[in-house]
């Protein structure tokens, strides 16, 4: 009886061979054909602080505002001025007072302490009158700019515009602050 043994077909070596220059030529064309289907980004930016400085219309947001938030303060400083008052004459007398009274005053300073964290978050803090109101002033100012600069980078072929804030390198001529400027007529 004969045994036959079966070799392999093919050489491993000359198959690899044949598989990386498969490969190889594979990424070739992919490299050479992608850069023709790949859409370059236009990118500019500008100075949103420097714009919205300029507006008028922030100085007079900046002004209702303040009228807005003038009475706050000074109610802020008066129950302030009342907490500390409190404070000197309970330091003045707490040698001289039994320990329930020296508690009913603590607890009473702490209750005007507390009461002034709230008068404050209420009026001056993220979800404040004086932080909404702002919002509120302020929106339609950013909106105007964000006009502005969607005509100009589409006139300008821009596809992309970032806050210069973000920037690290970029040319002078993808700044576009002066022409929004210019179309905001500000100076």
Do not use: C, W
Request: hydrophobic fraction near 45%; glycine fraction near 6%.
């Amino acid at each position: 009886m004969t045994t036959l043994i079966m070799k392999p077909m093919y050489n491993r070596k000359g198959f690899m061979s044949v598989v990386r220059k498969i490969v190889m030529a594979s990424l070739l064309g992919l490299m050479l054909g992608a850069p023709a289907t790949v859409h370059a980004e236009t990118v500019g930016v500008v100075d949103f602080g420097k714009i919205l400085l300029q507006m008028p219309e922030r100085k007079q947001a900046e002004t209702t505002l303040q009228a807005m938030a003038t009475p706050f303060q000074n109610e802020l400083e008066r129950m302030s001025q009342d907490l500390q008052k409190g404070l000197v004459a309970y330091e003045q007398q707490k040698a001289s007072m039994a320990k329930p009274a020296r508690e009913v005053k603590e607890k009473e300073l702490n209750t005007k302490a507390q009461a002034i964290q709230k008068y404050k978050l209420e009026k001056f803090g993220q979800e404040g009158l004086v932080a909404k109101k702002e919002q509120e002033l302020l929106i339609p100012i950013r909106q105007k700019i964000v006009a502005s600069v969607q005509t100009i980078a589409q006139k300008e072929g821009f596809t992309l515009v970032l806050d210069k804030g973000a920037m690290i390198y970029g040319t002078p001529a993808s700044d576009l602050t002066f022409k929004v400027m210019n179309q905001l007529n500000l100076k």
